[in-house]
């Protein structure tokens, strides 16, 4: 593509979606061209027409608004047939985006399955890979499910099995600052599939013994479920296994 360079600033506009400014990042540039180190010209930002010709930028934010508060050229290329989801994608292969950048950029442009997803994890206090991989397979175990996150094809598919299981454990240990982890979550949901636990005597068991859960001791899903175990056999004689 050839690069092409203005100082109409006003031919310019964000795309919807896109990343806020960081003025940080952008006073971070203008350091840098006003001491000697202007990469601009050989990073042009990415644009592309909209129907008013209108130059919609894509990437380069920061790049654009460093140059027009230095009042120097804007430096740009103009790319056919891209969307944001596709900005998105190829950011996520560079790493230049936070997830909140990806939720954000989504829930903007009306994919319904994200604006859930912020919902889920507000209400529950949960990382993103978790509360993606409860909504989005059923369960809290790893698989990796940020990718598809990233490319704007997360689904929202247990919503009401997710929200079930993350009222259980409010419920029965919300009293526990690492009720929201990850490991801990496959624990419970691991007991609660096996469909041999009373959750009436497992609350008595935090209320009699809370301190036997112990997290120093519980690094994985396994150790968790045997500390979990501990807590619901305390003081009785026949051990149960609960998964």
Request: aromatic share 10%; charged share 30%; with cysteine.
């Amino acid at each position: 593509m050839k690069i092409l360079q203005t100082s109409n600033y006003d031919q310019f506009t964000s795309m919807k979606g896109n990343r806020f400014i960081n003025e940080k990042k952008v006073m971070e540039l203008i350091s840098d061209i006003e001491n000697g180190l202007n990469l601009l010209p050989l990073c042009p930002i990415i644009v592309t027409k909209n129907e008013n010709s209108k130059l919609v930028i894509l990437d380069g934010q920061h790049r654009f608004e460093a140059s027009k508060k230095l009042d120097h050229q804007v430096h740009y290329v103009i790319a056919k047939d891209i969307s944001l989801r596709d900005l998105a994608r190829m950011n996520s292969r560079q790493d230049k985006w936070k997830n909140k950048d990806f939720l954000d950029c989504y829930i903007e442009i009306g994919i319904k399955d994200y604006s859930e997803l912020k919902s889920f994890m507000r209400k529950y206090g949960l990382v993103y890979s978790c509360a993606v991989s409860l909504l989005m397979n059923g369960t809290a175990a790893m698989n990796n499910p940020m990718e598809a996150f990233r490319d704007g094809n997360f689904k929202n598919r247990f919503q009401d099995k997710a929200t079930e299981l993350m009222d259980l454990i409010v419920d029965v240990f919300g009293r526990y600052k690492f009720y929201n982890k990850r490991y801990f979550i496959a624990a419970v949901h691991a007991i609660n599939e096996h469909g041999v636990v009373d959750w009436d005597r497992m609350r008595e068991k935090v209320k009699q013994a809370p301190n036997i859960l112990d997290p120093l001791t519980s690094s994985s899903k396994k150790d968790w479920i045997q500390n979990i175990e501990s807590l619901y056999n305390h003081s009785v004689s026949k051990r149960v296994l609960l998964a």
